[in-house]
T-cell receptor, first 110, second 112 residues
């Protein structure tokens, strides 16, 4: 059975304090792993797609990496506006279904 | 360019009532999806469609029906609402083969 586990559930950082979010997955025939950002009361917003182990993508203070079993979202020198829930979502072999983790709620204090 | 639009945004139902959630997208996407989001459980796929006139079951389809009569619209129906269907519902769409999902703002449904 396909599974996605994100940790930690919540993370509180001071502004400028770098950290990483973890996503562990078990998906048959992975066809892309996606990261989304979700603000309260809003729908998720696409951040990155990773397709193969060793791949990295960057956007401003965020960098996503992928191994065969895990993905990490590294946050460098975060700002309060980075506060949100970050969702990890691998896509299955069929290519139609994207499976979402429960998310990591990030709080960045000024 | 509105992207993905969901209506209504909020609804309160009594147990046993029926309702339909409407999703409309203006990006000419082939694929459309309905998810529900509950605290601590993440987004779970209810039904999806890979093209006009086609639908398929996702992870939690029981108690829901869908229809995709037009490419731009995807309807989610609850025939007899139950308290367990209290949730936030998200519609999403994606282009063929891209995988990137574009989400609506969500529809918050409460069943009393």
């Amino acid at each position: 059975e396909d599974q996605v586990t994100q940790s930690p559930e919540a993370l509180r950082l001071q502004e400028g304090e770098s950290s990483s979010l973890n996503c562990s997955y078990t998906v048959s025939g992975l066809r892309g792993l996606f990261w989304y950002r979700q603000d309260p009361g809003k729908g998720p917003e696409f951040l990155f797609t990773l397709y193969s182990a060793g791949e990295e993508k960057e956007k401003e203070r965020l960098k996503a990496t992928l191994t065969k079993k895990e993905s990490f979202l590294h946050i460098t020198a975060p700002k309060p506006e980075d506060s949100a829930t970050y969702l990890c979502a691998p896509r299955d072999a069929g290519g139609f279904k994207t499976i979402f983790g429960a998310g990591t709620r990030l709080f960045v204090k000024a | 360019n509105a992207g993905v639009t969901q209506t209504p945004k909020f609804r309160v139902l009594k147990t046993g009532q029926s309702m339909t959630l409407l999703c409309a997208q203006d990006m000419n996407h082939e694929y459309m999806y309905w998810y529900r989001q509950d605290p601590g459980m993440g987004l779970r796929l209810i039904h999806y469609s890979v093209g006009e006139g086609t639908t398929a079951k996702g992870e939690v389809p029981d108690g829901y029906n869908v229809s995709r009569l037009k490419k731009q619209n995807f309807l989610l129906g609850l025939e007899s609402a139950a308290p367990s269907q209290t949730s936030v519902y998200f519609c999403a769409s994606s282009g063929r083969g891209t995988g990137e999902l574009f989400f609506g703002e969500g529809s918050r449904l409460t069943v009393l």
